[in-house]
């Protein structure tokens, strides 16, 4: 028990929960944020879990709901809201958003906003870090919705062709936006269909942290070793689709179920009952939390929006000339003459 | 010496016009730009400047003078000490222009709209090679060959992933003898997964790899489209310049003959409308080789639109080591006087057949090869625009949103008053690929047609 990564893995979720709580907060502070912030709350353990079993060097790509996964993976909270909010600080300069975060610092290759679209990248970096024999691994996190869309087999397919040292993470939070899993597929034990390609595959239920953290690191280490894994959390989505969903679609006695299923407060019970934590070191921690999440509103309201002339950069590599917009390049081309 | 001041026209199709009012008097000294009168139309009022400076020696018309022809002397400049007398009768078009509208020829700048200068960027057919180097014949197959081969050797990280790479030699033998000289770890063939491979060339080009993705032809590359747009050529700028995907997407594009509508498109103006990718259209073998090679080794995602129909056709290629060509840099194929045609790709093989039949009838097409379509080589066109005031363009895409539909709103913005006809845009018709021969030798763009438009163009 003395070794237990139990209070780290609590305190992870802590900050991933009031991160989410504290993003609606830069609309309260005038902030403009976009209209589509995915939450994860609820979803916590997948995020913590699968990224406890990861290790420096090992990159990522996430799906639109990413702010927990990358949070897990290290990310600076300041740096993240900056991003959200649209500021010049922000991991991309305020050029991606909620939807696009991306560090190469950190392995993040990005968050994709189009169902499915981050998955082949991670067989990619998978390849990649085969030739270069970096030893890294790729993992892929997405939602259930991406389970019907042809990349991900197509990507799973080539990641068992090439033995390739690849992770599939499918955060099952029974809904694709408001469309229920047995809605919209058949069987819905979905580590079978990564079975049927070859895969090393589980599915873990999302309520215990360590348990999708042993999961996640037995098939983790075969990836290392070049059999690629798909892993399902079962979780539930504690709140709607972005952030004015206010999921009419489901009913009120299926919210109150699906949110006894939270992975923060169980693992708060772990550790009251197995003695490793008290009521009030749990408190004082929760409120470190808040104040670093506070903090980082104060540093996205702080930060400068990015300036004008960061419109045309970046389009293409900056080792080249900047491309000029063709109107100001015909001009300066006209002026010569 | 002594000039005459003339009416001008005020617009192309205006014959006379009021000489509504002198803002000058006789003896007055005008320099060049200073408003000399107003002139009246049915639809406007407009004012007049003077281009050179001098004395007012004499008006010849009256302020209120109904029905005045256009290029009726209505006064006369002198130089200080000189009698009105001097004034020899000149060309027109120097005299005057109106203020806020231009004449109907290239010689009349538009005072008010900054009328272009020519560019510099002459429009000139050189071989683009030095001279004397020694060339040898190479079909367009055996080019983009030896420029992978090249880059691979040049680059451990360059590789090449399809359907039927390696062990089939290319489904158009593109790829031959690759898999033997770099072996099945740089030569992958994949799955029959367009949208997965895609996806994953991008993944490893993030993860510092330069993949080669052949496309066994671009009509299958709608099934990637996703990646292509959304995560190859966004990624640089959504992660704030963080991570770009430096990688080729390479296929041929376009009609082949008999394969009807889902194996017979042009997608030049769908990628070429991308900001983030670049667009590489070649025509001939050494510019296959060229820009091939300058394509790999370019940091961003590039698509390289080939043609099968080109594949063996056979050019000369310089025998230089490391030949690359620069992109946005357009090449004028011949040079004439009388008409521009603005090609690129199989386009060219029209244009170019085109303009030798037109030289037998006196004539005389400047043919240019844009080479790529993003960036596009705008001097090249606009310097040939102000020389012929006329231009064609020649693809084989659809006509709604083509790439010469682009050029057309270029040359009007820029080259307007250079214009001697409308712009016309030969393009594919609109239709999908029908299957049956002539029906599909119909849809398609002809020489007879290019001849025609520039026919047309020239008045003739």
């Not at chain 1, 709607?240 to 489901?250: C, I």
């Not at chain 2, 063939?189 to 993030?206: L, N, R, Y």
Request: glycine letters at 10%; a negative charge; one cysteine or more.
């Amino acid at each position: 028990m003395k070794n237990s990564t139990l209070p780290k893995l609590y305190e992870d979720m802590r900050r991933v929960r009031t991160f989410e709580e504290r993003v609606g907060e830069l609309f309260v502070r005038g902030q403009s944020a976009g209209s589509m912030l995915h939450l994860s709350i609820g979803e916590e353990s997948a995020a913590v879990g699968v990224c406890a079993a990861m290790q420096d060097g090992d990159t990522f790509t996430t799906h639109h709901r990413g702010h927990g996964i990358f949070l897990a993976r290290g990310a600076d909270p300041n740096r993240m809201m900056a991003e959200i909010a649209g500021k010049d600080c922000g991991y991309c300069h305020g050029k991606g958003g909620s939807m696009h975060i991306a560090d190469m610092g950190l392995g993040h290759l990005g968050a994709n906003a189009i169902v499915g679209g981050g998955i082949p990248a991670v067989v990619g970096a998978g390849l990649s870090a085969r030739h270069q024999k970096s030893g890294a691994v790729s993992v892929a996190f997405f939602g259930d919705g991406a389970t019907g869309q042809g990349i991900l087999y197509e990507s799973m397919n080539m990641a068992a062709l090439w033995k390739l040292p690849v992770m599939f993470v499918c955060i099952n939070n029974q809904y694709g936006m408001g469309t229920r899993i047995d809605q919209a597929t058949a069987n819905p034990n979905l580590h079978e269909r990564a079975e049927a390609f070859g895969l090393a595959a589980r599915t873990v239920d999302g309520l215990d942290v360590e348990d999708v953290a042993e999961a996640a690191t037995e098939l983790m280490d075969g990836a290392r070793a070049g059999t690629p894994a798909f892993l399902a959390v079962d979780c539930y989505r504690f709140y709607g689709h972005a952030r004015k969903d206010k999921s009419p679609y489901r009913a009120e006695a299926e919210e109150d179920e699906g949110r006894k299923k939270d992975p923060v407060l169980r693992a708060r019970e772990k550790l009251i009952e197995a003695g490793l934590m008290t009521e009030a070191d749990l408190d004082a921690l929760d409120a470190t939390v808040a104040k670093e999440m506070d903090g980082s509103i104060d540093f996205a309201v702080a930060g400068e929006e990015p300036q004008m002339a960061s419109m045309f950069r970046d389009v293409y590599d900056p080792s080249q000339p900047e491309p000029e917009p063709v109107r100001v390049r015909l001009d300066r081309v006209l002026a010569q003459g | 010496m002594a000039t005459e001041v003339l009416m001008p026209a005020l617009s192309p199709t205006m014959e006379e016009g009021t000489l509504a009012k002198w803002l000058v008097k006789e003896g007055d000294t005008v320099n060049a730009g200073d408003i000399m009168a107003e002139i009246e139309t049915d639809k406007a009022t407009m004012e007049f400047e003077a281009v050179d400076e001098g004395i007012v020696g004499k008006i010849l018309v009256a302020e209120g003078t109904e029905n005045v022809r256009v290029n009726t002397p209505i006064a006369v400049l002198v130089e200080d000490g000189e009698s009105v007398e001097d004034a020899e009768p000149t060309a027109p078009p120097q005299q005057l222009v109106a203020k806020d509208k231009a004449q109907s020829s290239e010689d009349q700048p538009a005072a008010g709209m900054a009328h272009p200068e020519p560019v510099k960027a002459i429009a000139k057919a050189e071989a683009p090679w030095p001279e004397g180097i020694k060339t040898r014949q190479m079909t367009v197959r055996e080019a983009l060959r030896d420029a992978m081969a090249e880059e691979m050797r040049r680059d451990e990280d360059v590789f090449l992933m399809g359907e039927e790479v390696g062990e089939y030699q290319g489904a158009y033998k593109i790829s031959q003898g690759l898999l033997d000289e770099f072996g099945a770890r740089r030569v992958m063939d994949t799955p029959i997964t367009e949208h997965g491979f895609t996806g994953i060339a991008v993944g490893a080009a993030f993860g510092g790899l330069r993949p080669i993705v052949e496309f066994m032809t671009f009509n299958f590359a709608m099934q990637a489209i996703d990646q292509i747009i959304n995560s190859a050529a966004k990624t640089l700028y959504m992660s704030g310049g963080q991570m770009g995907a430096p990688m080729v997407f390479r296929g041929p594009n376009g009609a082949a003959a008999r394969v009807a509508a889902q194996h017979s498109q042009d997608y030049a103006a769908w990628y070429a409308h991308i900001p983030g990718l670049k667009v590489v259209m070649p025509y001939s073998a050494s510019d296959a080789k060229g820009l091939l090679k300058t394509a790999i080794r370019d940091p961003n995602p590039v698509i390289f639109l080939e043609n099968e129909i080109l594949y063996g056709k056979t050019f000369e290629v310089p025998e230089i080591d490391d030949y690359t060509v620069p992109f946005g840099k357009a090449r004028v194929w011949r040079e004439g006087s009388d008409v521009t045609i603005v090609s690129f790709g199989i386009g060219m093989t029209y244009a170019m057949d085109a303009a030798e039949k037109l030289a037998g009838e006196g004539i005389e097409a400047e043919v240019i090869d844009l080479r790529t379509l993003r960036p596009i080589d705008y001097d090249t066109v606009l310097a040939s625009v102000q020389k012929t005031n006329r231009c064609i363009t020649v693809e084989e895409g659809w006509p709604v949103g083509a790439i010469g539909n682009h050029l057309s709103a270029i040359i009007m913005e820029r080259a307007f008053d250079y214009l001697d006809a409308p712009v016309l845009n030969l393009t594919g018709k609109d239709v999908p690929m029908p299957y049956a021969a002539n029906l599909e030798k119909h849809a398609l763009v002809t020489t007879a047609e290019v001849i025609e438009a520039a026919k047309k163009v020239c008045y003739r």
